[in-house]
């Protein structure tokens, strides 16, 4: 567990270095199932995903402005 939770803070950090919102585990190598965000404006909300899941698509879906550091360009 304190492997996960070194893995997860590091993520914030570099997810703040970089004045993200999100970050997923592979954008940074890591072979691991973790989401770390946070969209508050102060950056005092955390949240912490380990192992999520999909379990509902949305009906109508909205393309929005990416602000994505693997879709720089992209999009």
């Given at each position: 567990?304190?492997?996960?939770?070194?893995?997860?803070?590091?993520?914030?950090?570099?997810?703040?270095?970089?004045?993200?919102?999100?970050?997923?585990?592979?954008?940074?190598?890591?072979?691991?199932?973790?989401?770390?965000?946070?969209?508050?404006?102060?950056?005092d909300e955390r949240l912490v995903?380990?192992?999520?899941?999909?379990?509902?698509?949305?009906?109508?879906?909205?393309?929005?402005?990416?602000?994505?550091?693997?879709?720089?360009?992209?999009?």
């Open positions: 567990m304190a492997e996960i939770q070194r893995i997860v803070d590091d993520m914030f950090e570099t997810m703040y270095a970089e004045e993200g919102i999100g970050l997923a585990a592979t954008q940074v190598d890591i072979h691991q199932r973790i989401i770390v965000i946070d969209v508050s404006e102060n950056r995903l380990i192992n999520p899941e999909l379990l509902e698509k949305a009906a109508k879906q909205a393309l929005k402005k990416v602000a994505c550091r693997s879709l720089n360009n992209v999009l």
